[in-house]
């Protein structure tokens, strides 16, 4: 089939690559020069700087002769005489907190393409299309799409919801192999052409394939998005708290007690300062917005994200509270600026409200080490005399007060192999919002270091 995308962002570009890489003919639009360049480089090393997710480079460079990355909308225009269906895949960002979603992106993505749509065919418009949309979007969008098409006078075409439940870190992986393909439709026919669009997914025997009505589907992301940020929230706001709170609690013990429960499962139990990324926080606040809207009090919803937002200040406040640290004029080593491991992604990451707050604190420095993200951090970031980046974390940590772990790349596990030998001396303050060094907080303990980490009461250097 030959399938457009339009936004070349996470969504788009991983969700186009395992179209072409199921036998589609596709073409990815973007308005964003250099990500259509180095996408579509035909490069895996150009491509995963651009967009590091395992797997992604070598999908399209093997797929290269299926799949095109353009800014020309020219192309666009003649493509869609015999395109099968248009993916929207454009950002759907919170505007300010107010919980609404930043809808432009997408409205002026479809009036463009709706002015495209009437002239199809000279005009005729004989081939049938659906747009779907991949977007994380409002429940009633589907009508919102329609309004627009029908506007521009687009005929013979379908409105589908099929939203996008990809991992970040995992896109490629999740996505050729996905527990389940939500489908939202109100015609036979669009679930027709979506079926043969999935249709190795719809015939594989590993695979749920849902068919509901579009609503069904955008509600139905939004639910699924609340329902893990919230458990995120019973981890550290609940879970985690009541072992800082507790003497004896050792958090790991705790989660084998909770985990080996099949009803809540194993999924997301790691204690952490923050969740951060692009869909948990906004696609929960939309759902709070949207029920508010509608006259609800979604008190749970709201409340979900106030927790989340009190872990983070509370942590960085634990430094002060607990072990009297004053950040004036110190050296401070921040390891870890993606919102989490695998990605290069720093949207929401916890790290941007450190470095806010190590700035409004006047930190002489901050030393910066993250394997993958730290080119996206240098946007926030710029690198100068008090932000200082490095190549390694064992770098980063040298000559400072305080150490703040704030990703979890499973190689800042090792980072005691440095910090107990060679800083024995300075001692710096370790602050551990990810328990990437539980296994050894009693060897840093032993060794005289104080420790706070999510999870724990305060650990006390041993003088
Ligand atoms: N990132 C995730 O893990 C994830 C997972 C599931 C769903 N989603 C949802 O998918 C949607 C896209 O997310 P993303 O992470 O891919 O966003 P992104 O910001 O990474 O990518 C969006 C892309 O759209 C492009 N764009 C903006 N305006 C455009 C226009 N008018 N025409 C063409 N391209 C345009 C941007 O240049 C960008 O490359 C959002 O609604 C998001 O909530 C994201």
Known sequence: MNILYIGSGFVGACSAAISAASGHNVLVYDIDENK???????????????LFEDGLGDLLVRNKER??????????????????????????????????????YYFDAAEKLSQALVKRNKGIQ?????????????????NKTQEIMDAAGVKNYGVVSNPEFLVEGKAIEGSLRPDRVVVGAWKEKDFEIMRRMYQRFYDSPTVTYIEVNPKEAAAGKLLANFTLFNK??????????????????????????????????????????????????KDSRSLSHQLQTAGQGATLVSETHLANKRQLEMFIGRAEKEAGFDWTNKKVALIGTAFKRDTNDIRNSPSIDIGHFLKEKQVEEVHIYDPAAMDNFKLVFEENDQFIYHSHEFEAI????????????????????????????????????????????????????????????FIKGKK
């Open 126 to 142: 004989e081939k049938y299309i659906v747009i779907i949309n991949k977007s994380t979007v409002p429940i009633d969008m589907v």
């Open 36 to 50: 259509v360049k180095m996408l579509g480089s035909g490069d895996r090393d150009t491509v995963e700087a651009c």
């Open 232 to 281: 995120l929230a019973i981890c550290f706001d609940v879970v985690g708290r009541t072992c800082e709170t507790f003497d004896d609690l050792n958090y790991e013990s705790l989660r084998k007690v909770l985990a080996t429960d099949p009803r809540i499962g194993t999924w997301g139990l790691y204690d952490s300062l923050y969740a951060g990324g692009s869909c948990f926080i």
């Open 67 to 104: 799949i095109e990355f353009t800014l020309d909308y020219n192309k666009v225009e003649t493509f869609l005489d015999t395109c099968d269906g248009i993916f929207m895949c454009l950002p759907t960002p919170e505007i300010g907190e107010t919980g609404e979603s930043n809808l432009t």
């Open 398 to 457: 040298k000559d400072c007060d305080v150490i703040i772990i704030a990703t979890d790349w499973p190689q800042f596990r090792g980072l005691a192999d440095a910090i107990i030998p060679e800083l024995k001396k300075e001692k710096p303050l370790i602050m551990d919002g990810r328990r990437m060094l539980q296994h050894r907080y009693n060897d840093l303990r032993e060794a005289g270091f104080e420790v706070i980490a999510v999870g724990s009461p």
